[in-house]
T-cell receptor, first 113, second 113 residues
Framework: AQTVTQSQPEMSVQEAETVTLSCTYD???????LFWYKQPPSRQMILVIR??????QNATENRFSVNFQKAAKSFSLKISDSQLGDAAMYFC??????????FGTGTRLKVLA | DTAVSQTPKYLVTQMGNDKSIKCEQN?????MYWYKQDSKKFLKIMFS???????INETVPNRFSPKSPDKAHLNLHINSLELGDSAVYFC????????????FGSGTRLTVV
């Protein structure tokens, strides 16, 4: 069965510092997509960044970037210049087949002032 | 304009009751979903609909019945509510099943007492 594993239940980072959230996944598919979603206390799910598996280049969105290691099935999220507003639950997500996403268990990120 | 709107945002009800959650998207997306987020924040798919047709029913009890009157709406009706149904239910939509990512509604917190 397809799985997404986030081994860090909780992480802390000092404001303005950099933090990396880890994610590994397991898939037998050759064509798939990976995402990081953010869920702040407001409960809203927000797409942070997406990666197409067939693209070797790592995706970047402003302060957010990924380190995609396809052979290792690793997909980590780096947040640079952390801000108080980055505090949230972060979910690593993989597509699974045609109409389904598999979510990791989430990493709660705390940003310290 | 809210892209994916869910109503109600909060729902408190007694065991055994029947309740509905409504979802509407104004994005013109073809695919809509229901996900359940449990008390540990784990998100799991319940249903996927593509152009009003049920695509995925992820071993959800028969008490849960989705209805899609048109491709902009996907409602969730729950019969004979149980304590274990307490969770946050998210509606989402996507432009296609692949890598654009979902747009989520703000979630409905269902509490069964």
């Amino acid at each position: 069965a397809q799985t997404v594993t986030q081994s860090q239940p909780e992480m802390s980072v000092q404001e303005a510092e950099t933090v990396t959230l880890s994610c590994t996944y397991d898939t037998s598919e050759s064509d798939y997509y990976l995402f990081w979603y953010k869920q702040p206390p407001s409960r809203q799910m927000i797409l942070v960044i997406r990666q197409e598996a067939y693209k070797q280049q790592n995706a970047t969105e402003n302060r957010f970037s990924v380190n995609f290691q396809k052979a290792a099935k690793s997909f980590s999220l780096k947040i640079s210049d952390s801000q108080l507003g980055d505090a949230a639950m972060y979910f690593c997500v993989s597509t699974s087949g045609t109409y389904k996403y598999i979510f990791g268990t989430g990493t709660r990120l705390k940003v310290l002032a | 304009d809210t892209a994916v709107s869910q109503t109600p945002k909060y729902l408190v009800t007694q065991m055994g009751n029947d309740k509905s959650i409504k979802c509407e998207q104004n994005l013109g997306h073809d695919t809509m979903y229901w996900y359940k987020q449990d008390s540990k924040k784990f998100l799991k798919i319940m249903f996927s609909y593509n152009n009003k047709e049920l695509i995925i029913n992820e071993t959800v009890p028969n008490r849960f019945s989705p209805k899609s009157p048109d491709k902009a709406h996907l409602n969730l009706h729950i019969n004979s509510l149980e304590l274990g149904d307490s969770a946050v239910y998210f509606c989402a939509s996507s432009q296609d099943f692949r890598g654009h990512g979902y747009t989520f509604g703000s979630g409905t917190r269902l509490t069964v007492v």
